[in-house]
C-alpha cells in the first residue's frame, strides 16, 4: 500500500506539473498581445512609413555599397571603409527592421521566443553597427584634422579593417545575448521589458548605455572638430595677406560647421526619443499610451538609416564623381565598355568630404 500510495503521489506530482507548465506556456502566448498595442489607424499609418522608407533605405545604402565596392581607389581609403561600413548597416536595418516590426506589430505573428529574438538580434546588430560606424567616421575626421601631419601613418586602411572587426564582432555579439540566454521567460514579468518580449531590463539597461556612450563620443569628436573649425577662422580673418584664399577657406569652414551642426542634430533627433522611452521602461512599468509613442518613435532610427547615405557619402565629391562615372559607362557602346573606367578622383582631404 504505501508504494502505491508513493506512485500515486509522485504522478499527482508530475501531473499539477505539467498543468501548471501548460498554463504558465499560455500566460505567456497570451502576454505578447500586451506588446501589440497599436491601433488600427496607427497601424496603416506606421505601416506607410515603413514601406515607404525601408525601400529607400535600401536603395539609397545599397547604390553607396556598389560605387565604393567597384572603385578600386575609394576602397583603398579608410574614410571610405567606414562609410561602407555605414552603409552595410543601414541596409541590414532597413531589412531586418521593416520584416520583423511589420510582422509583429502590423500582422501580429508570434513565431515564438526564438525566432522573436534572432530577429530582433538583427535589427539590434543593424542599428548598433550604424552607430559604431558612426562613430568611427566621426574620429576619421577628427584625426585628420587635429593630426594632419600624420594622419596617414595613424589611420592605415590595415588598422581600419582592424577597427570594423573589432566593431563588427563586438556588435553582433551584444545583440544575439538575449538569444544565447539573457531573456525573460514571459512578457509581463517584473524584470521583463514593456516594449520589448523576451527582453530583460537589465540587457535593456547595457545596450542603451553602450548606445548613449557612442553617441556621447561622436558628439565630443564633432564638438572638437567645430571648435578647430572656428579657430581656422578666426585664422584666417586675422590675416591680411592672403585675403581671397583666406574668405574662401573660411567659406568652407563655415560650410563644414553648418553640415556637421546638421549631422549632430539629425542624430540626436532620431536617437533621443527611442532611447529616452528605454531608459524609462529599465526604471519604471510603461502605459500602452507610451508603448504607442515608442512604436512611432522607433521609425525614426529607419529614418536615420535613409538620411545617413545623403549626409555622409552622396556628400562626398569623390563619391559622386565615381557614381557618375558607373552611370556614364552603362550607357557608352560595347566597345567603350572594354576601356577602363576608372573615375578620375581628386586628391582631397577627408575632412574637406562634406
Not at 70 to 76: C, E, G, P
Request: proline share 3%; aromatic share 10%.
Amino acid at each position: 500500500c504505501s508504494t502505491k500510495i508513493k506512485q500515486i503521489i509522485k504522478l499527482s506530482t508530475v501531473m499539477y506539473k505539467h498543468q501548471n507548465e501548460v498554463s504558465w506556456d499560455n500566460e505567456s502566448f497570451w502576454n505578447l498581445t500586451c506588446y501589440m498595442v497599436l491601433s488600427k489607424a496607427e497601424e496603416t499609418a506606421i505601416g506607410s512609413i515603413c514601406f515607404l522608407a525601408g525601400p529607400i533605405t535600401l536603395l539609397e545604402n545599397a547604390l553607396v555599397l556598389g560605387v565604393i565596392a567597384s572603385t578600386v581607389t575609394l576602397r583603398k581609403r579608410p574614410s571610405y571603409l567606414f562609410i561602407g561600413s555605414l552603409a552595410l548597416a543601414d541596409v541590414f536595418a532597413s531589412c531586418f527592421f521593416t520584416t520583423s516590426f511589420l510582422h509583429f506589430h502590423l500582422f501580429r505573428h508570434d513565431d515564438g521566443p526564438t525566432a522573436y529574438l534572432f530577429k530582433l538580434g538583427g535589427v539590434t546588430m543593424a542599428f548598433t553597427s550604424s552607430v559604431g560606424s558612426l562613430l568611427l567616421t566621426a574620429l576619421d575626421r577628427y584625426l585628420c584634422i587635429h593630426r594632419a601631419s600624420s594622419y596617414k601613418v595613424l589611420l592605415t586602411r590595415h588598422r581600419a579593417l582592424l577597427s570594423l572587426l573589432i566593431l563588427w564582432s563586438v556588435t553582433i555579439f551584444l545583440s544575439f545575448l538575449p538569444l544565447m540566454g539573457w531573456r525573460c521567460p514571459t512578457g509581463l514579468n517584473p524584470p521583463c521589458s514593456r516594449l520589448f518580449p523576451y527582453i530583460n531590463k537589465d540587457y535593456l539597461a547595457c545596450w542603451t548605455s553602450f548606445i548613449l556612450v557612442l553617441l556621447a563620443l561622436i558628439l565630443g569628436a564633432y564638438s572638437l572638430i567645430l571648435w578647430k573649425a572656428h579657430r581656422h577662422v578666426s585664422s584666417m580673418t586675422s590675416l591680411h595677406g592672403a585675403a581671397g584664399k583666406g574668405h574662401a577657406r573660411m567659406r568652407m569652414d563655415i560650410r563644414l560647421a553648418r553640415t556637421f551642426g546638421l549631422i549632430l542634430l539629425i542624430l540626436v533627433g532620431c536617437w533621443l526619443p527611442v532611447l529616452s522611452f528605454m531608459l524609462v521602461d529599465v526604471s519604471e512599468i510603461l502605459t500602452r499610451t507610451q508603448q504607442r509613442a515608442f512604436a512611432f518613435c522607433s521609425t525614426l532610427c529607419l529614418v536615420n538609416s535613409a538620411v545617413n547615405p545623403l549626409l555622409y557619402a552622396l556628400r562626398c565629391r569623390e563619391l559622386r564623381l565615381a557614381l557618375r562615372a558607373r552611370t556614364a559607362a552603362l550607357t557608352v557602346t560595347q566597345g567603350n565598355s572594354n576601356r577602363s573606367s576608372e573615375p578620375p578622383l581628386i586628391n582631397l582631404r577627408s575632412w574637406e568630404m562634406l
